[in-house]
């Protein structure tokens, strides 16, 4: 064990941890803003990670970047529309048990359309070679995806703590009557931030897509992921969500050198003290859904 | 009212005149196993009912002990029973083993409610089942465990399917009514009442956080029984039946069914979902396009179940509507 595979499996952690955020500010949004918990997120993922080696080879590497996120988005419009519209201000039982359903149809679909196998994604010319980073050599894909994450990461902290539709979102994670009593349209406010946590979900996916293969399973990987990592930041805190993905991310890389395999666990037993010690995470103001324990109100 | 009357409106009678004749029944008589799978899941659904429809504690995590049972069952059965083939060691281990390990994760839980509740369950589920897919020395890993073949019950020989749908058939309605019996005891009314208005009920002077660490006990521990006896049905385990995933499955047999509303639902559910989940799975590959469509559509339009359609419950009066909980 050296510097080296040390530094190697860091910097493969923070680009964990930046996939791993992106996935879980679009879950953490809409948690927050619609009261959901959207387990349909993890198949918006896969969704994207399909969609994007499907077409990138036709169509090229970059019009398929942008073209996918805008797929997927329309997907998450779509359920949006049909499906959990009907589930805002139910028990959140209610609408984690539907997006269940459709994460499960969606997963079957997407067997169905593109077969049970891993796929891989090739990496594109202008990615092709290495990097030198401080002593270690680097595949200069991963470097690139890690700064794309970044910069969506970035744009989305920008979008929400900076600008106008961002302070209305936050507003209405805190009190949603109180919004609509403003005069802003809470169903359309909703459906946008969906629509935006869909469009992270594919773009996580077009990332994670040549790292760990396209299957139909990869969303219920990320799914509980992005779950755990969303709580520990708190409950739309991008900041929070950020340093918890990099957590998770580095954690699950170098987990490998010191607990080959119990790493998997290692988020579980995280979440399990997070939910004990601090249920509203890292940064968060509010706990998600209410309250936590029978005796605390 | 006399017994002889309250006899012939039990439900129970008819289920049980149901399965025995059906070995013999033309059609469905010749997949004995799959009817032992049917009675297996009435009985682990029946148990799941009291966390989720009679306490209104959604736990996503049952699959755990449906497989820790299975898999201390198995363990047991490799390790001690030896030529006998007896299985009644395995079962009596399983069910202590996950007797004590539902109350310790009741008990570690027993305050949190609520989505909280099912993270938890959730999170401790996927811990044993990381566990249980990667300890590979004891559990065999990914190949799981193999070669269980049963053989008697304290001397009752088991080895034919059809004895064995017998003896499950008996362990199951034994079960279930003694699940039926909890629920109709004090201790019952009192998890019905903290599901309606938990606060209440503390102030009545019941502590609810013990009583709902020892229906997690109860209920846990009926699931442990269900996973060693489905192990000894198909001489086999693997790790899959303890993912989250899978827990999903008797949560949406318990809502199909009506759990949420009539104590018969789960059973009415958990049938439905064996029947269709193999027919469908013989006619189509894709079949669990259907069934999540399904899913959505019953959660969605009509949250109270089969069951609930029909309208006419017995206890309605001590439930209410899934989402309408909102004053816990």
């Given amino acids: 064990m050296n510097i080296s595979t040390i530094l190697i499996l860091l910097f493969n952690g923070v680009l964990l941890g930046f996939i791993y955020s992106v996935v879980s500010i679009g879950f953490s949004l809409v948690l927050g803003i619609g009261q959901v918990i959207n387990f349909a997120h993890g198949l918006l993922f896969a969704f994207g990670a399909h969609i994007f080696w499907y077409i990138s080879p036709t169509i090229g590497y970059w019009p398929a970047f942008v073209i996918t996120p805008l797929i997927v988005g329309g997907l998450g419009f779509l359920i949006e529309k049909l499906v959990i519209t009907r589930v805002y201000g139910q028990d959140p039982l209610f609408g984690l048990l539907v997006t269940l359903g459709i994460s499960l149809a969606g997963a079957e679909l997407i067997r169905m359309i593109w077969g049970k196998l891993t796929k891989t994604v090739s990496t594109p010319v202008f990615a092709v070679g290495q990097v030198h980073l401080v002593n270690i050599i680097y595949p200069r894909y991963r470097v690139i995806l890690a700064v794309i994450s970044l910069l969506i990461i970035l744009f989305v902290w920008w979008l929400i703590i900076r600008s106008n539709f961002g302070t209305i979102v936050k507003a209405g994670m805190t009190d949603s009557e109180m919004i609509s009593a403003l005069g802003h349209n809470l169903p359309v406010l909703r459906n946008r931030v969906f629509v935006m946590g869909s469009i992270l979900a594919g773009v996580a996916g077009i990332v994670a897509a040549p790292l760990w293969g396209v299957k139909s399973e990869m969303g219920n990987d990320i799914l509980m992921l992005a779950f755990i990592i969303a709580l520990m930041g708190g409950l739309g805190s991008i900041k929070g969500t950020v340093i918890a993905g990099l957590v998770i991310g580095i954690i699950s890389s170098l987990g490998v050198l010191f607990i080959p395999r119990m790493v998997e666990a290692v988020p579980f037993i995280l979440l399990i003290v997070v939910l004990f010690y601090k249920p509203k995470g890292l940064y968060g103001e509010l706990t998600i859904l209410g309250e936590v324990t029978a005796r605390e109100k | ?328």
């Fill in chain 2, 1 to 328: 009212m006399n017994t002889q009357y309250k006899l012939l409106n039990d439900p129970f009678l008819y289920l049980f005149i149901f399965f025995s004749i059906f070995p013999f029944i033309p059609i469905l008589g010749k997949h004995i196993s799959l009817g032992t799978e049917v009675l297996i899941w009435f009985l682990y659904a029946l148990s799941f009912n009291l966390l989720l429809g009679y306490t209104g504690l959604p736990s996503f995590g049952h699959g755990a002990f449906y497989g820790v049972g299975s898999y201390v069952t198995a363990l047991i059965y490799l390790r001690f029973v030896g030529n006998s083939r007896n299985i009644f060691l395995p079962l009596l281990a399983s069910i202590l083993v996950v007797g004590i390990l539902s109350y310790f994760i009741g008990f570690v839980i027993r305050n949190k409610r609520g989505i909280y509740f099912a993270l938890l369950t959730v999170a401790f589920s996927q811990v044993l089942y990381i566990i249980a897919f990667k300890w590979t020395e004891v559990t065999g890993g990914e190949l799981g465990i193999t070669r269980l073949f049963r053989g008697q019950f304290l001397g009752i020989n088991l080895e034919s399917s059809i004895r064995y749908y017998y003896f499950v058939l008996l362990i199951a309605f034994l079960g279930s009514i003694a699940i039926r019996k909890i629920t109709l005891s004090p201790f019952g009314k009192v998890l019905q009442s903290l599901k309606q208005n938990e606060t209440r009920v503390q102030y009545l002077g019941y502590d609810s956080a013990k009583y709902c660490c020892y229906v997690m006990t109860i209920s846990g521990t009926f699931a442990g029984l269900c996973g060693g006896l489905y192990c000894m049905l198909y001489s086999s385990v693997f790790a899959d039946n303890m993912h989250w995933i899978k827990s999903g499955d008797v949560v949406i047999a318990t809502l199909l069914g009506g759990g949420m509303t009539n104590f018969y639902g789960p059973i009415v559910g958990s049938s439905i979902f064996i029947l269709a989940r193999e027919i469908l799975s013989s006619v189509w590959d894709n079949w669990v396009l259907l069934y999540g469509f399904a899913f959505v559509l019953i959660i969605l339009f009509m949250p109270t179940g089969l069951l609930g359609i029909f309208g006419k419950m017995k206890e309605k009066k001590h439930f209410e509507q899934f989402n309408n909980n909102k004053n816990r």
